[in-house]
């Protein structure tokens, strides 16, 4: 019987990602479980999804290139040879693909953010007062995400969605895993200071 | 500022950043499902426009594509072309032998026979998708293709 509360197969502990459980739900899968599969899915979309919207493809094809990785796996289940890192090779996969598509399409200009260009007007006096803050809060962070250089973009959506370790960042953006704290800090300084010119110029 | 502030900020981005659309990931859950097609895996071991271009200045996007696919014992070569504005694939099998091919577009299917000398020839949609190409030999047999936007 298979509980419908938790995945059979979870992937994190105590919030933090087992690298064994990652390789068994790997293997399971390639053995033809569907729910190791489904875990596998659930718990790497979210990294997946934010790595490949660094590249501003627009949402149809930003779940292609994610379902893409998603087949690649399939068609190395058996053969793939460090279970445990599946993580990273999801992403330089999906990185990958993406960079096929743009390239498949001919496109050298990526599509702007939509957030920057369509950001909803300040909320008018009915809402209440500490929505409206909110919402302008959020509006104003985002903003001033998209206008951080890529690497800090990339880093931070990383460490924000949270499900690789420093060791798997460090592989992933190839930079020393001693770097990763000290450029964490620096891109957050970064942001702070972009929310609050962006913040004064509204 | 102080590393609880840099925890704050980071939980506030992971709220903004926009989590994946659920039907994606029921999408990817699907994907599962080819893992039961038949045939073997020719998977994509060249690609001229990934394989090619690094560090290379892209001069021409006249050039033809070239992408080569592989299973232990065929090796499937295709090259796309645009020819006033026909986007074709042309390719061949090695070693060569006649089939059918099928190649999977857009939820959409398109047939070919892949003549006696292992070529074959087909026109593709106006925009690159994923592409898929089954291959099925008169023996039985079948391969196909790893999805590849084309």
Not at chain 2, 55 to 69: I, K, N, Y
């Amino acid at each position: 019987m298979v509980s419908t509360e938790s995945l059979p197969y979870p992937l994190r502990r105590e919030g933090r990602v087992d690298q064994n459980d990652v390789a068994a739900a790997v293997r399971r899968a390639a053995s033809g479980d569907r729910a190791a599969w489904d875990t596998l899915v659930e718990g790497f979309t979210p990294y997946l999804f934010a790595v490949v919207s660094t590249f501003r493809l627009g949402p149809a094809d930003t779940a292609e290139v994610v379902q893409t990785a998603w087949l690649r796996l399939v068609e190395h289940l058996d053969t793939i040879h460090q279970p445990e890192a599946v993580g990273g090779w999801l992403a330089t996969t999906a990185r990958r693909e993406a960079l096929r598509l743009i390239r498949a399409r001919g496109r050298e200009q990526l599509i702007d953010d939509v957030d920057i260009v369509s950001v909803p007007p300040l909320d008018g006096p009915s809402e209440p007062e500490q929505h409206a803050i909110e919402a302008d809060r959020k509006r104003l962070l985002r903003r001033a995400f998209g206008g951080l250089p890529d690497n800090c973009q990339v880093l931070l959506h990383l460490l924000a969605v949270g499900i690789l370790s420093y060791a798997e960042i460090a592989t992933q953006l190839d930079m020393p895993i001693g770097s990763i704290g000290p450029t964490r800090s620096r891109c957050l300084d970064r942001l702070r200071r972009l929310v609050t010119e962006l913040g004064v110029g509204a | 500022m102080s590393a609880d502030d840099d925890d704050e900020l980071l939980a506030d981005l992971a709220a903004i950043l926009l989590p994946p659309p659920p039907e994606l990931v029921a999408a990817s859950k699907e994907i599962f499902t080819w893992r039961t097609i038949d045939g073997e895996l020719a998977a994509l071991t060249f690609d001229s426009l990934i394989d090619e271009s690094v560090g290379a200045v892209r001069s021409s996007t006249d050039a033809p594509r070239m992408l080569t696919f592989e299973t232990g014992s065929t090796l499937v070569d295709a090259e796309l072309s645009v020819v006033d504005g026909v986007r074709r694939l042309m390719g061949h099998l090695s070693p060569a032998r006649a089939a059918e091919l099928e190649l999977i577009v857009d939820g959409g299917r398109l047939t070919t026979d892949v003549d006696d000398r292992g070529r074959f020839s087909l026109d593709l949609p106006e925009t690159a998708a994923r592409v898929e190409m089954r291959i099925r030999f008169d023996d039985g047999t079948s391969i196909w293709t790893a999805a590849t936007a084309i």
